[in-house]
């Protein structure tokens, strides 16, 4: 079994890097004594230190687990005190990790359901060590910036993004050491539900009930829900590489403005950007009001008399969701009414584009909104503007669809 970071991992690991001044202070970044020191000692307070000799089995399990992930690191483990929530944690430090049990996990999983944990908390410091380390410098990076009060949404959502991924990565990690995927998530089941016997197969079709019916993608803020861990998990025993989509709906869903990632912003910004370019491939667009304009989208924005409308950009933004598609349609009405002196050319032109990329209804409600229009009024003005476009001889260099 190849077990590899998500696509996700990689890109974000890429686009911080690109930030070089940031990559290169937390790459250089190292833990101090004190901190390590206080760490150590807060563990101690808070815990029941789990040590080799009372415990040799529960060791034996974590020696199977380092083994089979390929890690040579000094493992602890603990039992957290006055817990009540089943869970478990870890913490990596250089050249050794620290895992937290809670509530009655000992009790309640059976020996290889056990196993199947300390593989997952273990895959954290795998991914953490490959590669150089870089996906760890990756997660400090984009958990500083979000954890920062002056943060931005889309770094808040790209980090949770981030963990969401990670926890899916580790429990793939389970199914490597355990080779066993019932055992992987039964051990799950237990854990979220604090029963000691659970069908897996019954909750795996539970899971399914919820995607038939609707299209669930996780809202969790650390970890997916359980059904979608679940049913991630399955997905990838039975489909590999090609249940990658599915688990992205799960985790990512549908791009919407108030869900922005940075990968998806930027995605919005580039279907912005090829608007207001066919927005102003006809040269009588080109006023200095309308360019003005365009400078405000992007400061180095250039025309490009080369772009048309194809099937690709039509079927992304057909699949855009509604709120994406109200914003396109405010940025057609803000460069249809930017030049009075255009009359209502730019907006007959505006109605074209709107029907050819499947934001008709949506721009003809933003047009009624803004221009305070009743249906008869919207009418007229699509015959006034449809008639004012007609005028305008179009040269061969300026057409918008492609051939």
Same mark, same amino acid.
């Given at each position: 079994m190849n077990l590899q970071p998500f696509d996700y991992h990689t890109k974000l690991r890429g686009n911080l890097k690109g930030q070089k001044k940031t990559w @290169?202070? &937390?790459?250089?970044? +190292?833990? +101090?004594?004190? *901190?390590? *020191?206080? &760490?150590?000692?807060?563990? #101690? +307070?808070? /815990?029941?230190?789990?040590?080799?000799?009372?415990?040799?089995?529960?060791?034996?399990?974590?020696?199977?687990?380092? @083994?089979?992930?390929?890690?040579?690191?000094?493992? /602890?483990?603990? *039992?957290?005190?006055?817990?009540?929530?089943?869970?478990?944690?870890?913490?990596? #430090?250089?050249?050794?990790? $620290?895992?937290? !049990?809670?509530? *009655?996990?000992?009790? !309640?999983?059976?020996?290889?359901?056990? !196993?199947?944990?300390?593989?997952?908390? #273990?895959? $954290?410091?795998?991914? &953490? /060590?490959?590669?150089?380390?870089? &996906?760890?410098?990756a997660d400090r990076i984009i958990t500083s910036i979000a954890n920062d009060y002056r943060s931005e949404d889309v770094y808040i959502e790209t980090a949770r993004l981030f963990r969401l991924y990670m926890e899916l990565y580790c429990d793939r990690g389970s199914l490597l050491v355990t080779d066993n995927i019932d055992t992987v998530l039964s051990g799950l089941i237990k854990i979220n539900t604090g029963l000691d016997k659970v069908s897996v197969e019954s909750y795996l079709k539970q899971a399914e009930e919820i995607f038939v019916a609707e299209k669930a993608k996780s809202e969790y803020q650390t970890h997916p829900e359980n059904y979608i861990r679940v049913r991630a998990l399955k997905l990838w025993e039975t489909e590999k590489e090609n249940s990658e989509n599915k688990i992205r709906d799960m985790i990512e869903g549908d791009i919407q403005l108030n869900g922005l990632d940075l990968f998806k912003q930027n995605k919005i910004k580039d279907l912005t950007f090829s608007l207001i370019k066919l927005l102003l491939k006809p040269k009588w667009t080109r006023t200095t009001a309308v360019l003005s304009l365009a400078k405000q989208y992007k400061s180095d924005f250039k025309t490009d008399d080369t772009i048309v409308i194809n099937d690709e950009l039509v079927n992304t933004i057909s699949d855009l969701y509604k709120s994406v598609k109200e914003y396109l349609s405010y940025v057609l009405l803000d460069f249809a009414l930017v030049d009075p002196t255009l009359e209502d050319v730019p907006m007959g032109f505006a109605f074209q584009l709107a029907e050819d990329l499947t934001l008709k209804d949506f721009f003809n409600e933003v047009v009624k909104k803004e221009l305070k229009l009743g249906e008869r009024k919207l009418s007229d003005l699509h015959k006034k503007a449809a008639k004012a476009l007609s005028e305008i001889k179009e040269s061969n260099q300026e057409h918008i669809y492609e051939d």
């Open positions: @290169d202070w &937390f790459s250089s970044v +190292k833990v +101090k004594d004190e *901190q390590l *020191q206080e &760490f150590k000692s807060n563990l #101690l +307070k808070n /815990t029941y230190r789990l040590d080799k000799e009372s415990n040799p089995e529960l060791y034996e399990k974590v020696q199977v687990a380092k @083994d089979k992930l390929g890690l040579n690191i000094d493992v /602890t483990i603990y *039992q957290a005190q006055n817990s009540v929530d089943n869970n478990a944690g870890i913490s990596y #430090l250089p050249g050794e990790a $620290h895992i937290v !049990l809670s509530g *009655q996990i000992m009790k !309640l999983l059976t020996g290889d359901e056990l !196993l199947s944990i300390l593989a997952h908390e #273990l895959s $954290h410091v795998r991914l &953490f /060590t490959i590669e150089n380390s870089e &996906f760890e410098v």
